[in-house]
């Protein structure tokens, strides 16, 4: 049951934090935080066989497309939360560590690059987009952010919860 909370609560944390960068990140660069509407349709589709677009936005909404994306988008950052005590085990929890926890996050990028952007039309590595270098960059600092705020929330996590 530990193993469990302290899953939730690092994963949930760690969402939070990439979330609270995409606030940041639109203020300082006026860059758009990312549609997690259209993740839920993405998302919506595949019950219905269909787990690749040519373009998301061209692809039929989905009622509760937005609930659907975002509640994904939390999941994703629980399961890959659990990555950390998986290799490295619950003492994770006990005294968490930035390097597995930066290597988890930046490791995660390879969701978005092999699965989600290609299965949305974007591309492997965003490579349909019109500025792909720069849609990998900032993938990679999101993923990067989410990994600080793994060990962040592991930190949070243990105080909070002490498993």
């Not at 993740?39 to 009622?63: C, K, L, N, Y």
């Not at 929890?93 to 930035?98: G, H, K, L, S």
């Not at 993938?139 to 705020?149: D, Q, S």
Request: aromatic residues 12%; hydrophobic residues 50%.
């Amino acid at each position: 049951m530990e193993y469990i909370v302290s899953t939730v609560l690092t994963g949930v944390g760690a969402t939070a934090g990439m979330d609270l960068w995409a606030i940041v990140r639109r203020r300082l660069f006026g860059m758009p935080p990312p549609n997690y509407g259209l993740v839920g349709r993405w998302v919506a589709h595949m019950p219905r066989g269909r787990f690749r677009h040519d373009s998301i936005t061209a692809a039929e909404s989905v009622r509760g497309e937005r609930a659907i994306g975002w509640t994904a988008h939390y999941l994703t950052g629980i399961g890959f939360a659990a990555i950390l005590p998986a290799i490295w085990g619950l003492a994770w929890f006990q005294q968490p560590a930035i390097g597995p926890a930066l290597i988890v996050g930046i490791g995660t990028v390879a969701a978005p690059f092999l699965l989600m952007q290609p299965g949305m039309g974007a591309g492997i590595a965003a490579s349909r987009t019109p500025r792909p270098a720069a849609a990998r960059f900032q993938n990679v600092v999101t993923h990067a952010i989410f990994g600080l705020g793994l060990y962040a929330a592991g930190w949070a996590a243990n105080f909070f919860h002490m498993p």
